[in-house]
């Protein structure tokens, strides 16, 4: 299926308001990662969907957690009754229109679309792709950027359809990734379940392109996803303290966990690789963790400011 077939339905269905974001952006955007992608990570506009809840003041991030608690119980409610009504009935119809073997699946904010696989793994990928919508972010900076059938290279005498999606610029996605590699190093844990390591796999491939150097020395950016962090996705260590997403862009950043969180994070990276998802050369966990101490350790020298807080 090659994903381009939603990804047209979907740039019909999203556009102007949508951003793609995450691994897919990487793999299939900017072309800095060669691994299977499963899940389709998008956000929609927040100014779009919550324009009233934003007022005139402008600014796409509540002023108190009462308010937080308000906007994103609000945004919930309408982003699951637009995938519902929208998104879910435009693929489930191209689908359809252009005879391929999959079917739609609607949860919430979330929508699956099942195929029959060619073949199967050890279980950790599933046959279904999943496409995650946000909108509690205005997924900027954002840019055009083109994406291509994976096997457009190989059948050169096929014409493939092609897709020119907004996407998050990859120096927020580098942001997006260490701060959650922050907060699994603070917990020793993660939220979203298994299938995790690949944000680590991810930061390392940014920054051989290039984009960590890039998203490193712009400390406005590092901020304004500290600022969205610490509003809508407040996190606390075990003991209770709240974890500190200033910290992690002044000087503080954790790519490397403790003992027992790298034993689950060593596990996770196996069955990556057991399963196929990587399309290059893998490295070992070894070299992988080399790799992401040494962007710790490049990005918390760049940082010779005291730490910055709200407002600064």
Aim: aromatic residues 8%; proline residues 4%; negative net charge.
């Amino acid at each position: 299926m090659g994903g381009l077939v939603p990804a047209a339905s979907l740039r019909r269905t999203l556009c102007p308001a949508s951003r793609l974001q995450g691994g897919t952006s990487l793999s299939k955007a900017y072309g800095v990662i060669q691994r299977f992608s499963e899940d389709v990570d998008l956000t929609y506009d927040i100014r779009a969907i919550a324009g009233d809840l934003i007022g005139d003041t402008g600014t796409p991030l509540p002023a108190s957690k009462s308010q937080e608690k308000k906007w994103s119980t609000a945004i919930r409610t309408r982003l699951a009754k637009w995938v519902t009504t929208e998104v879910g009935p435009r693929l489930q119809h191209d689908l359809e229109e252009h005879g391929l073997p999959a079917t739609v699946r609607v949860e919430g904010d979330k929508v699956f679309i099942h195929y029959a696989p060619l073949a199967s793994g050890t279980g950790y990928v599933t046959s279904a792709v999943m496409l995650e919508f946000g909108a509690r972010s205005t997924g900027e900076p954002s840019e055009l950027r083109s994406v291509h059938c994976d096997a457009a290279v190989h059948l050169q005498g096929v014409a493939f359809p092609e897709a020119t999606p907004q996407v998050m610029r990859a120096e927020r996605t580098f942001w997006e990734e260490a701060t959650a590699i922050h907060v699994f190093c603070a917990q020793g844990a993660f939220r979203g379940g298994d299938r995790f390591a690949r944000h680590w796999h991810d930061v390392t491939r940014l920054d051989a392109a290039g984009f960590a150097d890039s998203a490193i020395a712009d400390t406005a950016l590092a901020k304004a996803v500290a600022d969205h962090k610490s509003i809508f996705f407040a996190e606390k260590h075990p003991d209770g303290e709240l974890i500190d997403y200033y910290a992690a862009i002044s000087g503080g950043l954790r790519l490397v966990p403790d003992d027992g969180a790298l034993v689950k994070l060593a596990d996770d990276y196996r069955h990556m690789v057991e399963d196929g998802l990587f399309l290059d050369e893998v490295e070992s966990f070894d070299a992988l963790l080399h790799r992401c101490r040494a962007i710790q350790e490049k990005a918390n020298a760049v940082s010779t400011t005291p730490r910055l807080k709200p407002g600064a």
